[in-house]
């Protein structure tokens, strides 16, 4: 921001002993960076006569703000010219408070370059800046005047449609153009010098708006690709041909309207987690949607028990071996620190350890990999039928331990997975304890943002997640005694009831004698 920055360098000079010259500054839009400058003596001029110069400044609009500040050159003279948005009316407030006037003539604040491209407000022997609310008013009271009003405005979620009453100045042609000047405006006390600079630096968006075709019709502007439920502050300028040296000079602007969009739905809350903590509870954890379009009044949690994979059946652990699924924490809800990529003993001690910004990044895709993949695998893929197996038979060998294969359940026809119950709960904060679930099962959870206006403009797209919860720790217990009959000469025939609920499937049995 040029503004600050120039204050912070020259807001504590209170003179200058010799003159003040500002040229070819395109990025001023006010001298009020010079926010302690009470005297400029003058020991040195510009060409020998001028104390003040000021030439060529596109967008300089404002000198001070003369209502809290003073300032005296007590010799010399001011020279402004080209400065075609710096109103004659400053220069002449400008005159009256440094006691400069009559020290200049028309050559030297020439009135034909300077505030030929703003809109100023001219009046009987008078000239003064049109600002309504945005500044310092005017304080003479003969000028010709006239205020731009709004006579109707649409607002949506991301636009809004204004229209203000049409501009007649005695002259119609005279009249080019308008200009909608528009910001966010969280507050509702903006000033259109504070702060800005014609690098664009907290500056007003400009948007030019060409006359109606139609005398009788009133200019309008839609204003796009707003921010939802953002205020935004809006005022409206006339712009006209002709100069002060002509005698006929008008100008109308409008005051500072302050309008805020419609909400829409939230953006999708962020950075889901998800901990087990016991064999029937899930804890997830969640950060609120980037944008929230609204006010955020509570989250909708979903969440519904998964099959299991029956394609699990298709693999011989018995000699393959078998590695199950866990329920562990993410490990962010211990230090919130962002996901750490897990790492076996050989890559611990790799000489040449990635950045942590890296390590980051890459947990971050392996995390997404594995969720996207469990998406499209629960919600796309049809499994196919599992083959049917053989009787269970556990043959004694010269070994002490022995694994057996239970039957596989069949589905009759190649019969879809089951559609389990969906639940839902409305919390107000940003975690949700599910309860009452089913031990060692998988869940997918979907979390919606809901802001003020959900009723209307519908909750935000799911965020998701897959946890699992803990094992029952006498879930696969045996019930019942084992009974066994012979069943040849060297083997015997075990049998046994099944776990009533075990923890998931039950792919293998471990029989130790």
Known sequence: ???????????????????????????????????????????????????????????????????????????????FAFNPKLCLAEIYRMEEVTGTKGRQNKAEINPRTNGDRASCEYGDGDIRQLRGPLSEPCHPSTGKTQTLRFISNVTESDRIFLKWERY??????????????YKESPFQNVSEYVGQDACGAQSWNVLDVELPLSSEQAPGVALLNLRPWTQYAIFVRAITLTTAEEGRNYGAQSEVVYIRTMPAAPTVPRDV????????????????????????TYYLVLWQQL??????????YCHKGLK????????RFGDGDGPEVEQDAEERCCPCRPADGQLRMEGEAESFQKKFENFLHNSIIIPRTPKRRRDVVAVTSPANASSAEPPVPSRPGGEPKPDFQIFEDKVVRDRAVLSRLRHFTEYRIDIHACNHAAHTVGCSAATFVFARTMPELQADNIPGNVTWEPAGKNSVLLRWEEPRNPNGLILKYEIKY
Request: charged residues 20%.
């Open 1 to 79: 921001n040029l503004a600050s920055e120039l204050q912070s360098s020259l807001g504590l000079i209170e003179t200058i002993t010799g003159f003040l010259k500002i040229k070819h500054s395109f990025a001023l839009v006010s001298l009020s960076f010079f926010k302690n400058l009470k005297l400029i003596r003058g020991d040195s001029m510009v060409d020998g006569n001028y104390t003040l110069y000021v030439l060529d400044n596109q967008n300089l609009q404002q000198l001070w703000d003369w209502s809290h500040h003073v300032l005296s050159i007590p010799v010399g003279k001011m020279y």
């Open 168 to 181: 007649r100045p005695p002259e119609y042609r005279d009249l080019l153009s308008f200009i909608v000047y």
């Open 273 to 296: 987690i998800s901990m087990s903590n016991s064999s029937s509870h899930i804890v997830v954890r969640w950060k609120p949607p980037t944008q929230r379009n609204g006010n955020i």
């Open 307 to 316: 099959a299991e994979d029956m394609e699990l059946y298709v693999n011989d």
């Open 324 to 331: 199950l699924p866990t329920s562990s924490a993410d490990t």
